[in-house]
Structure formats: structure tokens, C-alpha cells
């Protein structure tokens, strides 16, 4: 199973602030539109999101398709086969994905903890 790039989506109360915080500890803008309240961070392989009043609370996200610089990579686990490989296994799927589709789709699911998990793919 392929889950695809990993980052922290961080819910934050003031992007602006919270950009300068993160580039103090080295971080990069990697994607991402401060007007729109979200971007997306880098610093080597650390991948953070910042989300400014889009989110309740902070997300684990896995990105299939994509590599820790948000590029394509040619071999992945559809979002669609991870998400019937999960339900099959068990683990309850909050919002799913359509199963019958193709290309971009996302699920998301709680771990034990009630931690959020996304699973979001692109293409």
C-alpha cells in the first residue's frame, strides 16, 4: 500500500504570523496562496500546511501520486484502492471517496486517538 507524500496540515489563527514562525526554523513556501488563508511549507523532507480558518483542528495528510516535493511519481495506490483496502481491514471511513471515479478524490478517516487522517490525491 502507497499512501503517497506525508505533511501536517496545521489549523493556525494568523497565516502571516505563523509563515514567519516556520521560516524562522528554516521553512520554505513550496505551494500554496496566503490570500486564499493556506500554504504549504517545506524544509528538506518536512512538509507542513497552514490552513487559516479552513480546518477545526490539525490533519495528517497523505497525498498519493505525489513525492515530498509535490510531484508526480509514476507508480501509486489509487485513493480509491487504499480507501476499499482500509474498509476491508476494517477501519471506518468518515468521509469517503467515490469509488466508481477516477482522478482526484480524497477520504478521510480518525485513528484511535481521534486524530484526523486525509487522504487527498490530486490526479
Known amino acids: 500500500m ?6 501536517v496540515s496545521l489549523t493556525v489563527k494568523d497565516i502571516q504570523k505563523s509563515k514567519e514562525f516556520y521560516e ?8 500554496g496562496n496566503i490570500e486564499q488563508n493556506w500554504l504549504i511549507l517545506k524544509n528538506e523532507n ?5 490552513f487559516q480558518g479552513m480546518f477545526e483542528k490539525n490533519i495528517l ?3 498519493p501520486g505525489w513525492n515530498q516535493n509535490a510531484e508526480n511519481v509514476e507508480e ?3 485513493i ?5 483496502q482500509l474498509k476491508e481491514q476494517g477501519i ?9 471515479g477516477s482522478g ?3 477520504f478521510t478517516l480518525e485513528d484511535p486517538d481521534g486524530n484526523a487522517i486525509l487522504f487527498d490525491q490530486h490526479r
Do not use: H, M
Not at 518536512?46 to 497552514?50: A, E, N, S
Open 104 to 106: 482526484p478524490a480524497s
Open 2 to 7: 502507497k499512501i503517497g507524500a506525508f505533511s
Open 61 to 63: 495528510t497523505f497525498n
Open 80 to 84: 480509491r484502492d487504499l480507501q476499499k
Open 24 to 31: 524562522k526554523l528554516g521553512f520554505e513556501a513550496l505551494g
Open 92 to 100: 471506518s471511513i468518515i468521509n469517503e471517496a467515490n469509488e466508481s
Open 76 to 78: 501509486f495506490t489509487d
Open 46 to 50: 518536512c512538509v507542513i500546511g497552514l
